[in-house]
């Protein structure tokens, strides 16, 4: 039932614009796995082997500290509403922290210069697998709406207060790793 792709074909583009949520997942040796859900209208495919998402404040930075350490990164996209599917891009991701050039530049040209209240980085994925499999196990739900609850938090807390919070809880994971959030941070070996 599983297919495998070189590249992100035009099918896989069309599937992931009618998506509302995809999933991050990453990990490094000795830590924990992370899986996290992201609104897809924060992911851009940048091309037939590439594709980023900017990333919002949250409560850690567990996918910034598994790719300093180890860089494999699987995004997934299933389908909730329609046909069955599932979408998965296998990769290394890297992280263009929030303030640099190639955030700006990634900024700029994949999202029109639109940066959401309470941006920490872009995410940018390499893309060396596409696997598409049925999806026959995954549940209808009907969309109703984005929630608001992050944009609102991360308006209240200002400029200074989510670089304040993002020192505090955001540079390192919870395996203690660094996230490279702080500069001149780097994996221990």
């Not at 697998?129 to 200002?158: E, H, M």
């Not at 919870?174 to 996230?179: A, I, K, N, V, Y």
């Amino acid at each position: 039932m599983a297919k495998q792709f070189p590249h992100i074909t035009g099918a896989h583009r069309d599937f992931i614009a009618r998506q509302h949520i995809f999933f991050t997942a990453s990990a490094a040796e000795g830590t924990r796995v992370n899986l996290s859900p992201k609104p897809a209208n924060a992911f851009r495919v940048l091309g037939e082997s590439a594709a980023a998402y900017i990333d919002q404040t949250g409560s850690g930075n567990e996918t910034a500290a598994h790719l300093l350490a180890d860089g494999r990164l699987t995004i997934m996209f299933c389908a909730f509403e329609g046909a069955p599917s599932i979408l998965r891009l296998y990769g290394r991701g890297r992280v263009l922290h929030r303030g640099g050039d190639d955030y700006a530049r990634m900024l700029s040209e994949a999202f029109g210069g639109e940066e959401p209240t309470g941006a920490r980085q872009i995410v940018v994925l390499d893309v060396d697998l596409v696997q598409t499999s049925c999806g026959y196990g995954v549940p209808l739900f009907d969309y109703r709406d984005d929630r608001r609850n992050l944009d609102r938090w991360a308006a209240a807390k200002g400029e200074e207060g989510l670089e304040a919070y993002r020192r505090e809880k955001n540079a390192r994971s919870m395996d203690g790793l660094p996230t490279g959030l702080l500069s001149g941070e780097t994996v221990p070996r």
